[in-house]
Each structure stands twice: as structure tokens, then as C-alpha cells.
């Protein structure tokens, strides 16, 4: 079936710098990927929806400028969080629809910023 | 768009018996539904479907009941297993929507063997 690599799993990083969450589609091409965030005993929130060779839509109330995604390619999608804080740490889970009513999803990356 | 909603967050069972695992969703116009998996530190698998053209659909151990007429759609597993014991969480779409899933808040199921 279609597999969705999502890497790092865990990151620890410091308050104020940048870390990059990746995703890649192995065996399909992903025209269109989704970026979720979860925290702890919660639901998946749709962060944005990222469309290969264009900006990404985001959901209302989540920051563009902060979450920075970018799907350059048909098989790889990813999220910058800027200038991490404490509040940004959370579980991200990237999906990639894979058809019309088939979504497949990464294995989520837990970041932690302190 | 309207939510998922899911009635219990927790339930607990023991090994060897039948969970059933609930679901409201406020959205007529939602035709399809898929009932996720997702283990401690995963990401959510995919279990089962169904459309709103049907009232029931099984699968391995798993079985998803659709009742349109008070919008509320359940999961059986039959033979509950520890390897069962995670969040399980149901999602709607609607053809005429984004096709992008609405999870709800998701129910633990925890195995007791």
C-alpha cells in the first residue's frame, strides 16, 4: 500500500531556532499532502493543506509565517516551525491523500522545545 | 464545516470480549466515514469505511454499523486483543466538501488481559 515517511520522529530543540519536519511519499506521487498537530490525550488538527507547486492553504488561526510548509516536489512535502517556542511543542502528523476518498498518514514527529 | 463528535473517551474491556466504540457526526451531508487507529507515538491507520449508501460493512474482527437517520456510526471489535488497546477515531467527509477528514476528540480503548 502507499507509504508516507515522515522523519525526524523525535526533536528537541532550543526556544528561538528552527527545525524542519519532513515528508515523503515512497511509492506515489502526493499532489497534495496535509499537516495535522496533536497534543496530548487530543484530536488531529488540520494545520494546512500543502499543494505541490504552490503555497500552502492554512486553516484559520494557524500562522503561516511560523509554520512554513513547502511541497517542491510530487513526493516530498515539509514544515519549518520558526523561532520555536515552549507552546509549539506538540506531535505532527503530515497525510497524503492518496485517492480520492484514500488518505494514508506519516508516523508523526514529536517535538519538543525547550 | 461541522464536527465528529464521539461519546465515550475512554472505555475498557477485557481480553477476549466485544468492544463497541461510538460516534456522532453533525454533518448531513457527510457520505463517507472511516474509522482510524492510532497507537501511543503513531500516526493514525486506517481500519474500515463506509458509505452512505450502507448500513453495515465488516472486516477482519472489525465491524462499522451506519445509522443516517440519527447520524451516529459505531465500531465492533469482535475478540478484543491487547494489540487493540489504542485511540480510535472516526472521521466524516462529504463528496461535495473538501474530501479533507474531520477527526473527532477519539476514544481510548484500553485491553485488559
Known amino acids: 500500500g502507499a507509504v508516507v515517511s515522515q522523519h525526524p520522529s523525535r526533536v528537541i530543540c532550543k526556544s528561538g531556532t528552527s527545525v524542519k519536519i519532513e515528508c515523503r511519499s515512497l511509492?506515489?506521487?502526493?499532489?497534495?499532502m496535509f499537516w495535522y498537530r496533536q497534543f496530548p490525550k487530543q484530536s488531529l488538527m488540520l494545520m494546512a493543506t500543502?499543494?505541490?507547486?504552490?503555497?500552502?492553504?492554512?486553516e484559520q488561526g494557524v500562522e503561516k509565517d511560523k509554520f512554513l510548509i513547502n511541497h517542491a516536489s510530487l513526493t516530498l512535502s515539509t514544515l519549518t516551525v520558526t523561532s520555536a517556542h515552549p507552546e509549539d511543542s506538540s506531535f505532527y502528523i503530515c497525510s497524503a491523500r492518496v485517492e480520492v476518498d484514500g488518505y494514508t498518514f506519516g508516523s508523526g514527529t514529536r517535538l519538543t522545545v525547550v | 464545516g461541522e464536527s465528529v463528535g464521539l461519546h465515550l473517551p475512554t472505555l475498557s474491556v477485557q481480553e477476549g470480549d466485544n468492544s463497541i466504540i461510538n460516534c456522532a457526526y453533525s454533518?448531513?451531508?457527510?457520505?463517507?466515514f472511516i474509522w482510524y487507529k492510532q497507537e501511543s507515538g503513531k500516526g493514525p491507520q486506517f481500519i474500515i469505511d463506509?458509505?452512505?449508501?450502507?448500513d453495515k460493512r465488516q472486516g477482519q474482527r472489525v465491524t462499522v454499523l451506519l445509522n443516517k437517520t440519527v447520524k451516529h456510526l459505531s465500531l465492533q471489535i469482535a475478540a478484543t486483543q491487547p494489540g487493540d488497546s489504542a485511540v480510535y477515531f472516526c472521521a466524516d467527509y462529504s463528496s461535495g466538501g473538501s474530501y479533507i477528514p474531520t477527526f473527532g476528540r477519539g476514544t481510548s480503548l484500553i485491553v485488559h488481559p
Open positions: 511509492d506515489f506521487q502526493a499532489t497534495t
Open positions: 463506509i458509505r452512505s449508501n450502507m
Open positions: 500543502s499543494n505541490e507547486g504552490s503555497k500552502a492553504t492554512y
Open positions: 454533518n448531513s451531508a457527510s457520505d463517507y
